[in-house]
């Protein structure tokens, strides 16, 4: 099996920072993406940044320069690194593995359970 565990949501005031962690857990061999997903109230559920493990990343133009995603493999842990923080990143954050092997186990596209990031003054 195979759990996400999200990590380091809350409440920021407009231009601050937050940064979000996901740690993987099980008799994990491989993760090939590891990523971010959020989705605001009212909206679909949209690609944050994701980032594989040989280290290409890819984000979202709204993210561009603002947030950096990076992992640590040892850890099996994501991180998302949120800066200059604006309303329109409220949403929930969800993290996801895709092409994991995990106890012998293909996992496509597995999801936590999600994090609540307020922007709000």
């Known amino acids: 099996q195979v759990q996400l565990v999200e990590s380091g949501g809350g409440l920021v005031q407009p231009g601050g920072s937050l940064r979000l962690s996901c740690a993987a857990s099980g008799n994990i061999v491989s993760i090939f993406v590891m990523g971010w997903y959020r989705q605001a109230p009212g909206k679909q559920r949209e690609l944050v940044a994701t980032?594989?493990?040989?280290?290409?990343?890819n984000y979202a133009d709204s993210v561009k320069g603002r947030f950096t995603i990076s992992r640590d493999n040892a850890k099996n842990t994501v991180y998302l690194q949120m800066n200059s923080l604006n309303p329109d990143d409220t949403a929930v954050y969800y993290c996801?593995?895709?092409?994991?092997?995990?106890?012998?186990?293909?996992?496509?596209?597995?999801w936590g359970q999600g994090t609540q990031v307020t922007v709000s003054s």
């Open positions: 980032i594989t493990s040989s280290g290409r990343t």
């Open positions: 996801n593995i895709d092409r994991a092997i995990v106890g012998g186990i293909w996992y496509l596209n597995s």
